[in-house]
């Protein structure tokens, strides 16, 4: 008899196991019984019947209720109808917890979004929870696996930082022991360090913002990976983040067919992801809003309605580059074709899943910086060390942030961003 977990099941028919997990769903009809077990790697149905596992087992099998901790024990076959291609003609089963104080609060009926959040301790149980979250630990694992493959240094950024690199309207502040410090917003500014110190670096960890938007794409609470590049320019961080996005894409694709099916996702629109992806100026997109109907100025920012146009317009992800320096925080470096723009980019997911990439060719001129900072209204003091990288070793350099839990929601085909991530933060929620 094999102890194994039903995610190393595959192969097995014909061999007796042992399983230890979950009831997630038991019927029983007369002499048949079906119970789906579930035990963190996967789900399998195993069948009882009376006759074989004989009165005793059946009648304790009668007890189960949801989530009753059990171990069972039986013969693996194929079945092409179980969920993962398996079941288990159950010889034996022994109970390991049964509360049964109250019901369990999540029943096979639907509940409204809000109680489950409230229960999202209870959820993270659930078929298409344990799908998107699997499928958000393979995104993480590829993310760490793509700048690794390419030779670049992780540099932790901190989390308490004096500084707000993304405009002061959006910041959680703490008390540090009577000094103001502010929850990291962006690991950006401590990369642009990294980059002169390493080369090549990059960041992945939460980020908040104080963002009173009420969105499917926002969260205050979210992770974001930060590469920076010494000695490249807005092109290059174009091309990585393509060949990024791609690798992505195609680990999942790869890897997590099991979990995407669970999802329903048509994946047809992820086989098509492929780099070059289009580049558009911020120019061309406002004309593409323009003309999709809704009336949008040269100088204002897009909204999510206006990112649901421009992306419309294509089948892969869209760069809409080179916005007004008017709408665009103090660091990045100016066009030379047009001192009023900024050498920048967006990358714009498709099927209205916003915004995935923000990133830029960072301003290296000590003079021109120290005067951005000053028309930013930011004191030179607060930001004197990363006024230093302009001093001693300044060169061109750029870097770009992708949004983690936008990536997962678009790639899994997820409504709603809240769910991208184990226990969501949001203006409304702070709980569980
Ligand atoms: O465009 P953003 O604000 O860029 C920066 O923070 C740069 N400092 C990054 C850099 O150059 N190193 O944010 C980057 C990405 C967005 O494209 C989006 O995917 C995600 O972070 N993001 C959010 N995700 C969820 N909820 C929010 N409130 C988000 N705000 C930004």
Request: charged letters at 30%.
């Amino acid at each position: 008899m094999n102890d194994t977990v039903i995610g190393h099941i595959g192969g097995s028919a014909g061999k007796e196991v042992r399983l230890k997990g979950w009831v997630y769903n038991f019927r029983s009809s007369g002499k048949i019984a079906f119970l789906i077990l579930r035990d963190g790697t996967g789900f399998i149905q195993c069948v009882l019947v009376k006759g074989e596992i004989g009165e005793e087992y059946f009648e304790l099998a009668k007890t189960l209720q949801q989530e009753d901790t059990i171990e069972v024990a039986g013969k693996v076959a194929e079945n092409p109808r179980s969920p993962g291609g398996y079941e288990i003609a159950m010889t034996s089963l022994r109970i390991i917890n049964q509360f049964r104080g109250e019901e369990y609060p999540i029943q096979k009926k639907d509940h409204g979004v809000d109680f489950l959040l409230n229960n999202r301790h209870l959820w993270l149980r659930s078929k298409m929870q344990f799908a998107t979250l699997r499928i958000r630990d393979e995104i993480v694992k590829a993310i760490r696996d793509f700048f690794y493959e390419r030779e670049f240094i992780l540099i932790d950024s901190p989390i308490f930082t004096p500084t707000a690199p993304e405009g002061t309207s959006s910041l959680f502040a703490t008390d540090y022991f009577g000094e103001n410090a502010f929850l990291s917003q962006s690991g950006q500014l401590y990369q642009e360090a990294g980059a002169i110190a390493f080369r090549k670096t990059y960041c992945f960890g939460p980020t908040f913002r104080a963002e009173k938007s009420k969105t499917k794409k926002h969260l205050t609470e979210f992770w974001m990976i930060e590469p920076e590049v010494a000695f490249a320019d807005l092109d290059d961080m174009m091309t990585l983040s393509e060949d990024f996005v791609c690798y992505v894409v195609g680990r999942v694709l790869e890897k997590k067919k099991e979990e995407l099916k669970i999802l329903e996702r048509d994946t047809s629109d992820l086989e098509n992801i492929k780099a070059p992806f289009e580049r558009i100026t911020y120019k061309q997109a406002v004309e593409l809003v323009n003309k999709g109907g809704l009336p949008m100025k040269f100088g204002e920012d897009f909204g999510a309605d206006e990112e649901d146009i421009v992306s419309r317009n294509f089948k892969k992800p869209v760069f809409i580059h080179r916005f007004p320096r008017s709408i665009k925080p103090f660091y990045m470096e100016a066009d030379p074709e047009d001192g009023d723009l900024v050498l920048n980019m967006d990358l714009i997911a498709p099927a209205g899943y916003g915004e995935i990439i923000g990133g830029s060719q960072r301003m290296y001129d000590l003079d021109r910086l120290k005067e951005e900072m000053k028309k930013a209204g930011l004191s030179e003091k607060d930001y004197h060390w990363y006024v230093d990288l302009r001093k001693w070793g300044s060169c061109p350099h750029a870097g770009f942030g992708l949004g983690l839990e936008r990536t997962v929601a678009w790639i899994t085909g997820i409504e709603h961003i809240r769910t991208a991530i184990p226990f969501p933060r949001t203006i409304n929620r702070l709980n569980p």
